[in-house]
């Protein structure tokens, strides 16, 4: 069965860095594109980028060029999402997801990150 | 970049009603089309991929139609378990994606 299980809750302030995690399970992790996806309170999906954990090959979406990055550690099967300075815009849930040819059919049970001061 | 807008916002419906959400893509995506369905507290649950094939275990009052720009998702007869927000995602720029803003389907 593929899993996709993700680090827990985070409270930050801003200012503060942060680097959360999402662990594959169950299937060949470096053969599979990891998309991260934010979600901010009652709003819709946004694709923040996606990344080959084959040769951590990396794409980010315009809006988060530069505002985050995204890394591999193929040897424990785990991609990670993180940030140097957050704000309290970057308020969310962060989903990471396994990205099929035809979709995304797996998913992360999120993290949810609250920046606050 | 490919700019992916749903339609309506709201849907409202009865139980047991048929359910029709639109999908317009800025430019073409082919048929790299794909629906997800959202409950409050979970994560998103894919249920058509390429535009009309549904996804393992989905049932058949989903159907899905559509290429190039415009795209339908059909829910049949709506049951109580259907209530909830669809987003269409395209993955023509593979393997990046755009979401659509999302329609909530709601209780009539």
């Known amino acids: 069965e593929v899993q996709l299980v993700q680090s827990g809750v985070e409270v930050k302030k801003p200012g503060e860095s942060l680097k959360i995690s999402c662990k594959g399970s169950g299937y060949s992790f470096t053969s599979y594109w990891i998309v991260w996806v934010r979600q901010m309170p009652g709003k819709g999906l946004e694709c923040m980028g996606t990344?080959?954990?084959?040769?951590?090959?990396?794409r980010y979406s315009p809006s988060f060029q530069g505002q985050v990055t995204l890394s591999v550690d193929k040897s424990i099967s785990t991609a990670y999402l993180q940030w140097n300075t957050l704000k309290a815009s970057d308020t969310a849930m962060y989903y990471c997801?396994?990205?099929?040819?035809?979709?995304?059919?797996?998913w992360g049970q999120g993290t949810l990150v609250t920046v606050s001061s | 970049e490919i700019v992916m807008t749903q339609s309506p916002a709201t849907l409202s419906v009865s139980p047991g009603e048929r359910a029709t959400l639109s999908c317009r893509a800025s430019q073409s995506v082919s048929s790299d089309l794909a629906w997800y369905q959202q409950k409050p507290g979970q994560a998103p649950r894919l249920l058509i991929y390429?535009?009309?094939t549904r996804a393992t275990g989905i049932p058949a009052r989903f159907s899905g139609s559509g290429s190039g720009t415009e795209f339908t998702l059909t829910i049949s007869s709506l049951q109580s378990e259907d209530f909830a927000v669809y987003y269409c995602q395209q993955y023509n720029n593979w393997p990046l994606l755009a979401f659509g803003g999302g329609t909530k389907v709601e209780i009539k």
């Open positions: 997801a396994r990205l099929d040819v035809a979709g995304v059919g797996s």
């Open positions: 990344i080959y954990p084959g040769d951590s090959d990396t």
């Open positions: 390429g535009a009309s």
